[in-house]
């Protein structure tokens, strides 16, 4: 799809800090295309990234465009500063646009999602899936009442996968969302209420998971939950055997490991999911390798291939 066909009035968008993620950017990108959406990726981008001339050139040889943004940090606490990717904040800045929606750039599309750009968000709102709060994995550093019974997911309908409503008797946890996926309308207003919570809030320092955790916060009781299959986390397919439906997933969102650091995977219910990355990654690879232009095939050596898993 050429950019004069895409309704240029709402935008996908993901967040690059370094050259790392860039083989999950493009998967990301090519899999928007390959389910013929109407919107386009724009690629944030660190004044830091924006330096690196040659990894900027591969976002133009794969005709992604890029918007660079501004360091975003909080206030230093007792002259300590709570580093995290708080640069995702950026698109409720962006009021050029009428919507965007932010992605994480480990995440592979499979159905066409452009009803996330016309679904109703009431003003002042954003959308998003429950956090999955079970730690399976049993992380001794996640928070203790992390356990199955408190899950949004585990109080969603396993018929239709529809989360449950969120009121304020919900368990705390039903009230955390994961900002892999998240539909906003851009306003300053919000905006600056955000940046005003990541630097004056008390939890800042200690939390988790950043922007994530600062969102969970300042949209509490006004957030629309969205259903798994917007944002399927991978570990879900196990702890959430009872919600999860393959057919359904559209977005599938590669938490913890990532596929492109092995092509070996293991067959279990987890990992056997990454297959679904690496068969788009084979697309992207041979559209690159195979080019006819001499430069995109130094760059897919050059920016690629050292942040992509070979054997």
Same mark, same amino acid.
């Not at 976002?59 to 918007?67: H, K, L, M, R, V």
């Not at 008797?169 to 919570?197: M, Q």
């Not at 986390?233 to 490991?257: F, G, Q, T």
């Given at each position: 799809? /050429?950019?004069?066909?895409?309704?240029? /009035?709402? $935008?996908?968008?993901?967040?690059?800090?370094? !050259?790392?993620?860039?083989?999950?950017?493009?998967?990301?990108?090519?899999?928007?295309?390959?389910?013929?959406?109407?919107?386009?990726?724009?690629?944030?981008?660190?004044?830091?990234?924006?330096?690196?001339?040659?990894?900027?050139?591969?976002?133009?040889? %794969?005709? $992604?465009?890029?918007?660079?943004?501004?360091?975003?940090?909080?206030?230093? !606490?007792?002259?300590?500063?709570?580093?995290?990717?708080?640069?995702?904040?950026?698109?409720?800045?962006?009021?050029?646009?009428?919507?965007?929606?932010?992605?994480? /750039?480990? *995440?592979?599309?499979?159905?066409? $999602?452009?009803?996330?750009?016309?679904?109703?968000?009431?003003?002042?709102?954003?959308?998003? /899936?429950?956090?999955?709060?079970?730690?399976?994995?049993?992380?001794?550093?996640?928070?203790?009442?992390?356990?199955?019974?408190?899950?949004?997911?585990?109080?969603?309908?396993?018929?239709?996968? *529809?989360?449950?409503?969120?009121?304020?008797?919900?368990?705390?946890?039903?009230?955390?969302?994961?900002?892999?996926?998240? $539909?906003?309308?851009?306003?300053?207003?919000?905006?600056?209420?955000?940046?005003?919570?990541?630097?004056?809030?008390?939890?800042?320092?200690?939390?988790?998971?950043?922007?994530?955790?600062?969102?969970?916060?300042?949209?509490?009781?006004?957030?629309?939950?969205?259903?798994?299959?917007?944002? %399927?986390?991978?570990?879900?397919?196990?702890?959430?055997?009872?919600?999860?439906?393959?057919?359904?997933?559209?977005?599938?969102?590669?938490?913890?490991?990532?596929?492109?650091?092995?092509?070996?995977?293991?067959?279990?219910?987890?990992?056997?999911?990454?297959?679904?990355?690496?068969?788009?990654?084979?697309? #992207?690879?041979?559209?690159?390798?195979?080019?006819?232009?001499?430069?995109?095939?130094?760059?897919? *050596?050059?920016? #690629?291939?050292?942040?992509?898993? *070979?054997?």
């Amino acid at each position: 799809m /050429s950019t004069t066909e895409y309704d240029t /009035s709402k $935008i996908w968008t993901t967040l690059l800090t370094n !050259r790392g993620y860039f083989g999950g950017a493009l998967v990301l990108d090519h899999t928007l295309r390959k389910t013929k959406s109407k919107y386009q990726l724009k690629i944030m981008v660190t004044r830091e990234v924006e330096e690196d001339k040659e990894f900027m050139d591969a976002f133009a040889a %794969a005709g $992604i465009p890029t918007i660079v943004v501004d360091k975003i940090e909080p206030a230093p !606490r007792d002259g300590k500063i709570a580093k995290g990717t708080w640069e995702k904040l950026a698109p409720w800045g962006m009021t050029e646009y009428e919507r965007v929606v932010l992605l994480d /750039s480990d *995440q592979v599309i499979l159905q066409n $999602i452009d009803d996330m750009m016309t679904m109703d968000l009431p003003e002042g709102f954003v959308a998003s /899936s429950h956090a999955c709060t079970c730690n399976p994995r049993k992380l001794a550093h996640y928070p203790k009442d992390w356990v199955p019974e408190n899950c949004g997911f585990t109080a969603a309908d396993k018929a239709t996968g *529809q989360p449950k409503p969120i009121t304020e008797g919900s368990p705390g946890n039903h009230h955390l969302l994961n900002s892999g996926t998240v $539909i906003l309308r851009p306003s300053k207003k919000e905006y600056d209420e955000l940046i005003h919570a990541m630097n004056t809030h008390p939890d800042v320092p200690k939390m988790l998971f950043f922007d994530q955790d600062l969102l969970a916060i300042v949209y509490r009781g006004k957030w629309k939950p969205l259903p798994y299959y917007y944002n %399927a986390l991978k570990p879900m397919r196990s702890c959430h055997a009872d919600l999860w439906k393959d057919e359904d997933v559209r977005i599938l969102h590669y938490i913890l490991n990532k596929p492109w650091k092995s092509r070996a995977y293991g067959d279990d219910v987890i990992e056997s999911t990454h297959k679904l990355w690496w068969d788009a990654y084979a697309e #992207v690879e041979r559209e690159w390798t195979e080019s006819d232009d001499e430069n995109k095939r130094r760059l897919w *050596q050059n920016v #690629v291939v050292p942040v992509v898993a *070979q054997e």
